[in-house]
Nanobody
Framework: QVQLVESGGGLVRPGGSLRLSCAVS????????MAWYRQAPGNEREWVAT???????TYAGFVKGRFTISRDDDKNTVNLQINNLQFEDTAVYYC???????WGQGTQVTVST
């Protein structure tokens, strides 16, 4: 069974940065595609980025070069570096393994002055 534990969220000012991390168990991140999603209050959960097993990562249009997804095969984690945070990035961020229906508890990112 896949288990996911997200961390690294927090309260930041516009223009700030955060590095989110997802600790994965039950599957090897080096052998499966992994993705980040987010859900803002009152909105549907939306896809943010995917890192495939062996191909270029892909990003949602709103990312605009500000996000970078990566993985650490030794630690079995997937990370999301977010730069130049905007108010509209406020959401709970989740990671997900392709082929699994499991979700973690998410990590809250709040962008505020």
């Amino acid at each position: 069974q896949v288990q996911l534990v997200e961390s690294g969220g927090g309260l930041v000012r516009p223009g700030g940065s955060l590095r989110l991390s997802c600790a994965v168990s039950g599957v090897s991140v080096s052998r499966t595609a992994m993705a980040w999603y987010r859900q803002a209050p009152g909105n549907e959960r939306e896809w943010v980025a995917t890192i495939p097993r062996a191909a270029l990562s892909t990003y949602a249009g709103f990312v605009k070069g500000r996000f970078t997804i990566s993985r650490d095969d030794d630690k079995n984690t997937v990370n999301l570096q977010i730069n130049n945070l905007q108010f509209e990035d406020t959401a709970v961020y989740y990671c997900k393994a392709f082929g699994s229906n499991s979700w973690g508890q998410g990590t809250q990112v709040t962008v505020s002055t």
